[in-house]
Each structure stands twice: as structure tokens, then as C-alpha cells.
């Protein structure tokens, strides 16, 4: 996995058994909407950031981004397509599969309701008149589409209690000099 490896948080999922299986689907990411991350800045998707990813990343459905696959779209068990809403994945799960079957129960009573997903951003934007900064992700590398018990967006409070410690402890360097340092390791890659 790539150090640069980002996680965030999306929609609720639906879940329908027949005798195919167990059909899963849902937005791991929604478009133009600003999201809090950890208090640092706010962040936003743009439309076609996952068109290039969806043909050439090879992504895995997980639980809370960790375990064995339950589907993956080199396997053709994962269909991802970008919508005027966002990131919508689908796939069709083995209703025998064990890992399968500790989460459907918990998925219909609506415990685990929520989708998630893992990506590198490879073109990025960020507007520092804002405060806080303002991230725009154009495209990404994507890693994983998740089931989740706790979404980023939702747990921000508790991780921006942590970054206060760290930074206090570590005097971590600021944002500003945070994002350049991204932007010029980007360089370095080619990426931008």
C-alpha cells in the first residue's frame, strides 16, 4: 500500500438478497460536497475524479478498509461507475461466503450503514485564502471501497484530538508548509 494512502467517508448502502446472492450497493463518494477533514481543511471531490481510476485501478470491496476481499473488480465481482452523484460501486456478494454472512444482519438493521473509500489524490488543487484551506481532488488512485462501521467524516472530532496532541508533542510543521511539501513530492513523481 502507498504511504500517501487517504481514507474517507460517503453514503449509506443498500442491501437486497434473491437467488443470485446478496446485492450490495451504494456511493463510496459524493461530488462537490465540502467535507471537514480533521479540522485542517475542508475538502472536495470533483466530478471525473475516479474516471481514469475506474478502468485502471485494480479495487477491492472490504470491511472497514482491512480483511479479505468480498468482491474486486479485476475479478469482474466490482462494478464502480461515476454519476452526476458521485463514486457508485455494485456488487453481487456469496450469500455462503462467512464473511459475508456476519455482515448482512448488520447491514439490514441499518448497524453497518455506511461507505467509505481509500485513494491517493493524483491532481489536486488547494486554495489557501480560505480558512481553512480548501483541497480540491480532480483525479485519484483508488484503493478501496468499504463498508463502514465509523466514516472519516464522522470521526473527526475524536482525530482532531489526537492531531492537537501531536502536533503540541511533535511540533508538527504547519499546513501551509504540510501542502507544499505534498505538492513538491507530486512534482518529483511526475504526478502533476
Known amino acids: 500500500m502507498s504511504k500517501d494512502r487517504e481514507v474517507r467517508g460517503g453514503q449509506p448502502a443498500a442491501v437486497r438478497a434473491d437467488e443470485a446472492g446478496i446485492t450490495v450497493s451504494g456511493y463510496a463518494?459524493?461530488?462537490?460536497?465540502?467535507?471537514?477533514?480533521?479540522?485542517?481543511?475542508?475538502?472536495v471531490i470533483e466530478p471525473g475524479a475516479f474516471?481514469?481510476?475506474?478502468?485502471?485501478?485494480?479495487?477491492?470491496?472490504?470491511?472497514?478498509?482491512d480483511g479479505l476481499p468480498l468482491a474486486r473488480t479485476r475479478s469482474g465481482t466490482l462494478t464502480l461507475?461515476?454519476?452526476?452523484?458521485?463514486?457508485?460501486?455494485?456488487?453481487?456478494?456469496?450469500?455462503?461466503?462467512?464473511?459475508?454472512?456476519?455482515?448482512?444482519?448488520?447491514?439490514?438493521?441499518?448497524?453497518?450503514?455506511?461507505m467509505s473509500f481509500a485513494f491517493r489524490a493524483t491532481v489536486q488543487e488547494w486554495d489557501d485564502t480560505q480558512d481553512p484551506p480548501l483541497r480540491t481532488i480532480r483525479e485519484v488512485e483508488l484503493f478501496d471501497v468499504s463498508i463502514v462501521t465509523n466514516p472519516a467524516y464522522e470521526g473527526t472530532e475524536i482525530g482532531l484530538?489526537?492531531?492537537?496532541?501531536t502536533r503540541q508533542d511533535r511540533a508538527m510543521p504547519g499546513l501551509r508548509t504540510l501542502k507544499k511539501r505534498l505538492c513538491m513530492e507530486q512534482h518529483v513523481r511526475g504526478i502533476r
Not at 52 to 64: C, E, K, P, S
Not at 85 to 110: F, H, N, Q, Y
Open 29 to 43: 463518494a459524493i461530488f462537490n460536497e465540502a467535507a471537514d477533514i480533521a479540522g485542517m481543511f475542508r475538502e
Open 161 to 165: 484530538r489526537s492531531l492537537k496532541a
Open 81 to 114: 461507475a461515476e454519476d452526476e452523484r458521485g463514486l457508485r460501486m455494485e456488487t453481487v456478494l456469496d450469500a455462503e461466503d462467512p464473511d459475508v454472512r456476519s455482515i448482512v444482519p448488520k447491514m439490514k438493521r441499518g448497524d453497518l450503514d455506511k
Open 51 to 65: 474516471a481514469r481510476a475506474i478502468g485502471r485501478d485494480d479495487v477491492v470491496f472490504l470491511i472497514n478498509h
